[in-house]
């Protein structure tokens, strides 16, 4: 199965979750485990010589995504989430929105210093959710070797955020 085949897999849904957007819906792909595992391979494959420690996901597709690689490469997996939605005490970061603010929150002990993290989510858009969750990992000491995303959109040149960080997508639109 081809990276065109999995494009393939990607249906777009108008107007969701406002008009005037196109929602990259990743489902199908997920739904279909050939398309699903070989998706993952892939991503693996260029990070599998990291010496990755912990793939972080970020809410809520993200998890999905890293507990997948985390599997493939022998390492651990965290999740960065909403407010709220962490039992144990938590770091938090506020940033902002095209359209407001939002934020995220990990463990306090989700992280240890200079552990090698490979940050994971579906979708680069703009790139501001993972800027900021890179920052919690930062400030709890990790090492953010490599940011992976299933899809991304380059007419929104996320990618720029990431001056420095290694960034591979899977698919783009």
Known sequence: MSTETLKHKIRDIPDFPKEGIIFKDITP???????????IDQIAEHFHDR?????????????????????RLHAGTTLIRKPGKLPYKTHRTTYA????????????????????????????????????????????GGDVVGVAFLVELLSL???ARFKDREVFSLLQF
Do not use: C, N, W
Not at 32 to 37: E, L, N, R, Y
Not at 51 to 71: K, N, P, Q, T
């Open 29 to 39: 792909l997920l739904a279909d485990g050939k398309a699903f595992h070989l998706a």
């Open 51 to 71: 010496h990755i420690d912990l793939v972080v996901g970020v809410e809520a597709r993200g998890f999905i995504i890293a507990a997948a690689l985390a599997y």
């Open 97 to 140: 929105l095209e359209y407001g603010v939002d934020t995220l929150e990990i463990h306090q002990d989700a992280i240890l210093p200079s552990q090698r993290i490979l940050m994971a989510d579906d979708l680069l858009a703009t790139g501001g959710t993972m800027t900021a969750a890179i920052d919690l990992i930062t400030r709890l």
């Open 157 to 159: 040149q996320g990618r």
